[in-house]
């Protein structure tokens, strides 16, 4: 992950997520608060929401939705909705869900699928949001 003033010499890498010779591909930057938001995939976890405060010391990995090298994070960009941060994620438990962080560290369901659904497209829309589902089997 890098950082910018716009200038050559202001450009600086801000912490490699993923060591080696593999790529992070950071992904669907959400501004929130004070903090940047987005998807990443560090090798280990998957791919998982991320936050950066724009040091080192203060990006990390939210929190492991899906554990292992499974991904917790769905398609589409996270949207901010009066400082809570929507997304489609899952795990074994909850697969295909709307999530939320808001001030706690670990991410929560905030609406629940009917059967076996996926959140397609996350979009915020004057202080709501409006969700597209799939259903599936």
């Known amino acids: 992950l890098w950082k910018t003033d716009g200038t050559t010499e202001?450009?600086?890498l801000l912490k490699d997520i993923r060591s080696g010779p593999d790529d992070s591909l950071p992904d669907?930057?959400?501004l929130a608060g004070d903090k940047l938001y987005f998807k990443a995939?560090?090798?280990v976890h998957g791919w998982e929401i991320w936050v950066t405060d724009g040091t080192e010391e203060g990006t990390m990995l939210v929190g492991d939705l899906y554990p292992g090298t499974g991904s917790g994070v769905g398609a589409g960009?996270?949207?901010n909705i009066n400082g809570v941060l929507f997304f489609s994620g899952g795990n074994l438990?909850?697969?295909?869900e709307l999530w939320a962080i808001d001030?706690?560290?670990t991410p929560i369901p905030v609406a629940s699928a009917?059967?076996?659904a996926i959140f397609s497209i996350l979009l915020?829309?004057?202080?709501s949001i409006a969700v597209m589902k799939r259903s599936g089997s």
């Open 10 to 12: 202001g450009t600086v």
């Open 28 to 30: 669907y930057f959400v």
């Open 41 to 43: 995939d560090d090798g």
């Open 77 to 79: 960009t996270p949207v």
């Open 93 to 96: 438990a909850n697969s295909g």
């Open 103 to 105: 001030t706690r560290p």
């Open 114 to 116: 009917w059967g076996i």
């Open 124 to 127: 915020g829309v004057a202080g």
